[in-house]
């Protein structure tokens, strides 16, 4: 990870500074990805990473339901400053949501949180299909983004009730 930059992790935390400069940092460059508001995106914040006290990215993360892998999944979306683009802190950004969101599923493993998740709106971001933050290319969206996951080593997937979840799937047999 980056020498000097400090990541934090505010999963759930209700971490007022946080919020409040994250949604500084997203309304000073007028970042708008995805349908909710500034404040809505802050009660969703994960990870958070400072240099010298000011904000140089964030991660917000939504667990929900991934059709493609049938399995819930811990989303992520990054911001990252733009003067620290040209480094490798959206990487070091993944890392840290990663580490939070196993810790995460580990504490509420009724969940079933399979791993992490992102689609890539960026045109170029990726050239392999297994990037160095460990994240594997599993398709794209309908808007043609590449899709990513990356699961947890914890994690073990029931056959069976993935299968069950695609009546389609049901009447393909099952190969030993």
Known sequence: MQDQIAFKDVWLKNDARAEADAIAAWDA?????????????????????YEDGKIAGTVTGEVRYMNRVRENMAFLQAFVVPQYRSQSLIIDLALAFYTAMTRFALEQPQLRIGGIAAQIPK????????????LMLVGY????????????????????????RDPQLMKAPVQN
Do not use: Q, Y
């Not at 460059?29 to 990473?49: F, P």
């Open 141 to 164: 969206n309908e808007l043609s983004w590449p899709v990513k996951v990356r699961w947890f080593d914890h994690f073990r997937i029931d056959e069976e009730a993935a299968r069950a």
């Open 123 to 134: 045109s170029g971001a990726i050239d392999k299909p297994m990037g160095r933050g460990g």
């Open 29 to 49: 460059v007028g970042d708008k990805l995805g349908r909710k508001t500034s404040l809505e995106r802050a009660k969703m914040l994960c990870i958070v990473a």
